[in-house]
Nanobody, 121 residues
């Protein structure tokens, strides 16, 4: 069974940093286009940043609201995805989800359980 498990969330002051991690078990991260999404209370889930698919697998895409502050990366050998978040703002408060979109099976994707990030003084 393929699973995604996030970690690294918590409470941080405005201007601070956090790094989220996501491990994929039961499969290889190289078979998926990986990304991070978030959902704030009362709002829809939105893209934070993700890797491109197929020929654009090395490309990264970010929401305008996080460009220049957040960076996604991955370690294929460890089956890990990361989200480095710097200069955090209160509006970054949300549950952050790891997403894996299959590169071999159409319309198949996985979600982690989410990790809470709260930015507050």
């Amino acid at each position: 069974q393929v699973q995604l498990v996030e970690s690294g969330g918590g409470l941080v002051q405005p201007g601070g940093s956090l790094r989220l991690s996501c491990v994929i078990s039961g499969s290889s991260i190289s078979l998926y286009a990986m990304g991070w999404y978030r959902q704030a209370p009362g709002k829809q889930r939105e893209l934070v940043g993700r890797f491109g698919r197929f020929s654009n697998g090395g490309s990264t895409y970010y929401a305008d609201s996080v460009k220049g502050r957040f960076t996604i990366s991955k370690d294929n050998a460890k089956n890990m995805l990361y989200l480095q978040m710097n200069s955090l703002k209160p509006e970054d408060t949300a549950v952050y989800y790891c997403n894996a979109a299959s590169l071999v099976e159409r319309n198949y994707e996985l979600w982690g359980q989410g990790t809470q990030v709260t930015v507050s003084s």
